[in-house]
């Protein structure tokens, strides 16, 4: 390669990887906006009597915090959680609630065990995921039983086996809200 003017730029054969610029507002914005839309998404396409979607505002929050976990500051799950509550069906606040303490697990958790793996990130979210889906439904008010449990069943089956699929989606956002910014 041959010497540049001082006042040129210099490129190699990868473009200008380094010192690339992203989007201030993706980066910013597609996080949130994907919990938003997680919580809004289980009221669209499926009205049963019994719970069977997954939360998915709290699996995109959490799979969020576990993929990226600088992204997200810990009091997040406030304000999403008060979102959650406004469309889920659960008492209000109980989102908030559950929400925080679900954030503040997971900063426990990653502060007690700082290597990361593919077994903990699961395990970290399945149980918080069940937990929270056990807690809002002891919650909820509804009359416990073995019926109420049963119903519940599928919706803990279909939450364990999704939280993989979603965190390799929002690996996938994570991608997109990094994409490099078009030179004008």
């Keep these: 390669m041959s010497m540049q003017s001082r006042g040129s ?10 010192d690339r610029r992203h ?5 910013y914005s597609i996080p949130y906006l994907s919990i938003l839309l ?44 008060l979102f959650d509550d406004l469309f889920s069906g659960y008492p209000f606040g ?8 679900a954030m503040l697990a997971i900063e ?10 593919f077994l903990q990130d699961w395990f970290t979210g399945n149980f918080i995921l069940l937990t929270y889906l056990l807690l809002a439904t002891l919650l909820s008010g509804a009359a416990l039983g073995i019926p109420l449990f049963k119903a519940l069943v599928p919706q803990l089956l279909l939450t364990m086996l999704m939280f993989p699929i979603v965190s390799r989606m929002i690996a996938l956002l994570d991608r997109l809200r990094l994409t490099r ?3 004008p």
């Design 108 to 117: 426990l958790i990653e502060a007690r065990f700082p290597w990361r793996g």
């Design 181 to 183: 910014m078009r030179a």
């Design 23 to 27: 989007s201030v507002i993706l980066a």
């Design 38 to 81: 997680g919580s809004l998404f289980p009221m669209f396409f499926v009205a049963t009597a019994v719970p069977l979607l997954p939360p998915l505002g709290l699996m995109m929050l959490v799979s969020w915090r576990l993929v990226r976990p600088g992204i997200l500051p810990v009091w997040a799950g406030f304000p999403l959680g």
């Design 94 to 101: 109980s989102a908030v609630l559950l929400w925080s303490l």
């Design 9 to 18: 730029v210099r490129r190699d054969e990868y473009g200008s990887r380094i």
